[in-house]
């Protein structure tokens, strides 16, 4: 008998001698219902994936099969609703006037309640500026209200005020302490005064900070434009811009998403306008957190080891941003990227402290750390009724209670960052906040000004990532036993 299959050919089956899928006369290849032209499934040839052949049957469109779309989980659903109602609101213009006119009102009050100056100065200041910018914000249009608000804002309660001080040369105690510090530092070798006796006599900071008065030791102050460039606010604050910006550019990469707009209303706003104009002394501790989270976020292992390392060496408050930062590395990039970064900062923090450490120790724990905490001789100005602060003022009792709610609130807070470790910039940020606003509620002593750093700190990663969200963006979830990856 002669046959015209081929030997290499599958014996035809089913009811008419053809097998499903085989090409006849009649028509076309017809198409696995598995995606396959007959007689060429993988695997079929030797039997190894007998588990492909009970595939569900796909209807024959007559397009290219397609993967199905991603399963979206319940809660990224929820932050993207929660993000884009935000959004609308945060847009609003009766939402900037109303913002607008709680500014005006927060600078109003300075003159009436404060003693300070300094502090009525810049109230009296900003107050119509902020209520200029709100009057900006209803009457221009849209696309120009935002710009020209938070460009009077800059100018009336930054710029304006900023300027009058350091041309008459009048600052907080804490600016004074940094510049002498600087020029102790030239001369002795050493920042700190051997024996402190008044209040402006302690310096509360590590020897980091004194880089911010050579300025002035190097231009001294016999002219206006040399008191006025050699003001340790200036580089406060150029330093605290610095850092955000490139965090911003860090975490939301691309030039059509500029950050001077949310920049400017952040700096022009009560929260940092006031620290700025009369103080300034904790805006680059602002500015170099944000941008160690930012730098540990994309890897930059060298960079973020740098950074913690100066931020670790400016005020001791910043040390819980070294293992923050380190686990957000272990976490997302590996134990070497970790351990690089968290090598680079114990080395060059510890280059800069050791030497005062082991020739200074005295100096180092009765300004640095015996002072701040209010266990000095002298008593810290930093007298905000917060409720470490409240409970210090009850007697020796109350003090040693605010120290050890202090002491349970960092373990707390360590326990959060051991159990949930952070994925993102954004969750890393979250922990530093929560850990610092215990710190500076539970402390002995603390002003409110301090909250500022934990405040930007909840505030600029979100808007740079523009998400709400401290998941990471790509989480590997199950959706009935399907795992899926959930997009942003």
Not at 131 to 150: E, H, N, Q, S
Not at 463 to 469: F, H, I, K, Q, Y
Request: proline fraction near 9%.
């Amino acid at each position: 008998m002669v046959t015209t299959r081929s030997s290499g050919a599958p014996r035809a089956r089913g009811r008419f001698g053809v097998r499903r899928g085989t090409p006849t006369a009649a028509g076309p290849t017809a198409r696995h219902p598995g995606g396959h032209p007959s007689g060429h499934r993988p695997g079929a040839a030797d039997g190894s994936s007998r588990e492909h052949e009970a595939r569900p049957v796909r209807p024959r469109t007559g397009v290219p099969h397609q993967r199905p779309a991603t399963r979206t989980s319940e809660p990224q659903t929820r932050w993207a609703r929660l993000t884009a109602l935000v959004s609308q609101v945060a847009d609003h213009r009766l939402v900037h006037l109303f913002g607008c006119l709680v500014a005006a009102g927060w600078a109003a009050a300075f003159p009436l309640v404060s003693n300070l100056p300094n502090q009525q100065l810049w109230g009296e200041v900003a107050a119509p500026a902020y209520l200029l910018a709100g009057l900006t914000v209803v009457t221009l249009p849209r696309r120009l209200a935002g710009r020209v608000a938070a460009a009077i804002a800059l100018l009336g309660a930054v710029l304006l005020p900023l300027g009058v001080l350091a041309a008459q040369g009048r600052h907080q105690s804490e600016v004074m302490v940094v510049e002498r510090s600087a020029r102790l530092l030239l001369h002795t070798g050493t920042p700190y005064l051997p024996h402190p006796t008044a209040v402006t006599d302690f310096n509360p900071y590590l020897p980091s900070m004194a880089v911010f008065g050579l300025p002035r030791a190097v231009l001294g102050d016999a002219t206006v434009a040399a008191q006025v460039l050699g003001d340790a606010r200036i580089w406060f604050a150029l330093t605290f811009l610095g850092c955000l910006t490139v965090s911003w550019r860090l975490l939301r990469p691309g030039p059509q998403y500029s950050p001077l707009l949310p920049l400017g209303i952040l700096t022009g706003s009560p929260l940092i306008a006031l620290t700025l104009a009369v103080g300034g002394v904790d805006l680059p501790l602002i500015g170099v957190c944000c941008l160690a989270m930012a730098l540990a976020a994309r890897e930059r292992t060298v960079a973020a080891g740098l950074v913690l390392a100066l931020a670790c060496t400016l005020k001791w408050t910043a040390w819980p941003a070294l293992p923050v930062a380190v686990l957000l590395l272990w976490r997302v990039h590996g134990r070497r990227s970790a351990a690089r970064a968290a090598l680079t900062a114990l080395l060059v923090g510890g280059a800069v402290i050791l030497p005062y450490l082991l020739t200074r120790p005295q100096d180092l724990k009765e300004q640095v750390v015996r002072f701040p905490l209010g266990l000095a001789k002298v008593h810290t100005p930093a007298g905000s009724p917060l409720p470490g602060k409240v409970l210090a003022d009850l007697g020796p009792t109350g003090h040693t209670l605010s120290i050890v709610l202090l002491v349970l609130g960092g373990l707390a807070v360590t326990a959060w960052l051991l159990w949930r470790p952070p994925t993102t910039a954004v969750a890393a940020a979250d922990l530093l906040a929560a850990g610092l606003t215990v710190a500076f509620m539970l402390a002995p002593a603390g002003r409110f000004g301090y909250l500022a750093l934990p405040a930007v700190l909840a505030l600029w990663p979100r808007l740079a990532a523009r998400r709400w969200s401290g998941r990471t963006a790509e989480d590997p979830l199950t959706v009935e036993g399907v795992r899926v990856v959930a997009t942003r």
